[in-house]
Structure formats: C-alpha cells, structure tokens
C-alpha cells in the first residue's frame, strides 16, 4: 500500500456561500473533516473500521486560518499531513489550495485522541491495535 496521499479534492457547493457570494466560514472545519475522514481511507482505515473495532477518535481542538476568499465555482485541494502521533494522541494539519493557481487558501489544524468505545478511556493503539499504530507510523514518517 502506498502511504502518499494526493489529497483530497473538493469543488464547494452553493449552499456553502455567505451573502458576499464567497464560502461561509463554518464550512472550512466540515471540509477538514471530509478531508481527515478521505485520508484515512486512503490508509485503509475508514472510520467505520475503526469504530467496529471499538475505538472513537473525538475532536479536542480545531483552528484554522483564512488567507484567501474561495468562491462557489472554484476547485481546491485540500492536503492533510500528520504533525503529531503519539499512540493515544493524533493531530494533524490542513492546507486548502486553489487547484487551478495553487495559491494557498486557508490552513488549519485538528487535535484528536483514541478512546475506547466502550469505555469512554484512552487507548494506546501501540498496545491494543497494534496494525492501525503501524499505518500511522508509516503514513507520518512518508510525509
């Protein structure tokens, strides 16, 4: 399995828009979502698989910066990268990019941990999922 991601390619809808004709900017965290979630099944690990396996991966910290307006009718990118993986911990970091110029549209950053879905407790992947801890490895050290 390759660990390179192309990245995630998203044409904004209308409903997105805000009254000056450019994209709301609650839209932005949904995008980095649409994104985390592609990336992960880029590696094999849809969120179903890992919910099934009895793990959640909630949210702790979200931020974001908006460096150029996207407007309904353009084509961006969005690349994802690993900054942090501890095991227990996942954070990763978000670059929008205008597909036809490349110029950098917004970044942005999420903070996550790995609980047990049962138990509502840390888990350390290294520990009990050992095949999941792996492919973070791999997908953070290729990047």
């Not at 209308?14 to 450019?22: H, K, L, S, V, W």
């Not at 954070?91 to 996550?112: C, N, P, V, W």
Request: glycine fraction near 6%.
């Amino acid at each position: 399995m390759t660990t390179t991601y192309p990245g995630y390619l998203r044409k904004p809808h209308y409903y997105e828009t805000d009254q000056m004709g450019i994209i709301h900017h609650s839209n932005y965290i949904r995008w980095f979502e649409e994104a985390r979630v592609d990336v992960l099944e880029h590696l094999g690990l849809s969120y179903h698989a890992i919910e099934n396996a009895g793990i959640i991966i909630p949210v702790l910290a979200v931020d974001c910066q908006y460096k150029n307006m996207i407007r309904y009718g353009d084509q961006v990118k969005i690349l994802v990268s690993i900054t942090q993986y501890t095991g227990t911990r996942l954070d990763f970091s978000y670059e929008i990019r205008d597909i036809a110029t490349d110029q950098l549209m917004t970044t942005g950053a999420s903070k996550h941990c790995f609980l047990s879905k049962d138990s509502g407790r840390l888990l350390s992947l290294k520990k009990t999922h050992p095949a999941f801890h792996q492919i973070f490895v791999d997908f953070s050290e290729s990047l």
